[in-house]
């Protein structure tokens, strides 16, 4: 129960931080102008490629798609749809499996300081696990980002994006790897 209570307040405190800083930044930052190019201007969308692994007789790559609204100049706000694919070699006579998951989620991005930023971002993964009978089951895990990264940007609307982010959601950080790294290419981000 006490183990549960502070990891509950720990996240809390992360949350509360995050608004926080977000606040901070809305009161730094002027809004949209009527006079801005329109809402087509505001969208922005990317791709990602991360977590890309090879491992104990595993190789495993994850292809995620994002999209979303700039709220204000600093703070941007979106949905991602992940693709994960993992390849199990066993050795000997055993079968060889290609494994798909797949998830979605919203995320949210704060510039802190020049081009790096402050992410959070919560998904729902459907992934497939082994059972005790060895068959194999997709089954639904939530998973709560909280990280940054940085953005590098070019003359035109198309940047790069690095971001390190750790899993705080303490019933599948215990189960799966807690960091997540990836590459993205975005528009208008």
Same mark, same amino acid.
């Given at each position: ?8 307040? $720990? ?14 930044? *809305? ?26 692994? %090879? ?7 994850? %292809?995620?798609?994002? @999209?979303? %609204? $700039? ?31 797949? @998830?979605?989620? @919203? ?22 696990? !082994? ?5 194999? $089951?997709?089954?639904? *895990? ?33 189960? !799966?790897?807690? %960091?997540? *790294? ?8």
């Amino acid at each position: 129960m006490t183990i549960k209570l502070n990891v509950s307040l $720990k996240t809390l405190f992360i949350y509360l931080l995050f608004f926080f800083l977000i606040n901070n930044v *809305y009161s730094q930052s002027s809004r949209y102008e009527k006079n801005d190019d329109g809402f087509k201007n505001r969208l922005w969308y990317g791709i990602n490629l991360g977590n890309i692994g %090879l491992t104990n007789n595993q190789f495993y790559i994850n %292809l995620s798609f994002m @999209g979303g %609204l $700039k709220i204000m100049k600093n703070w941007n706000a979106g949905a991602i749809i992940h693709t994960n694919y993992t390849y199990l070699w066993q050795p000997g006579n055993n079968p060889s499996f290609n494994i798909f998951d797949y @998830g979605f989620g @919203g995320l949210t991005t704060v510039k802190i300081y020049r081009n790096y930023f402050a992410q959070l971002e919560a998904d729902k993964m459907y992934i497939s696990r !082994f059972t005790i009978d060895r068959d194999l $089951k997709r089954e639904p *895990y939530l998973f709560t980002y909280i990280g940054g990264g940085y953005q590098y940007t070019s003359p035109r609307k198309w940047s790069m994006i690095i971001t390190l982010l750790y899993n705080i959601n303490p019933d599948t950080n215990q189960e !799966f790897f807690p %960091l997540n *790294y990836r590459a993205a290419f975005v528009h208008n981000f």
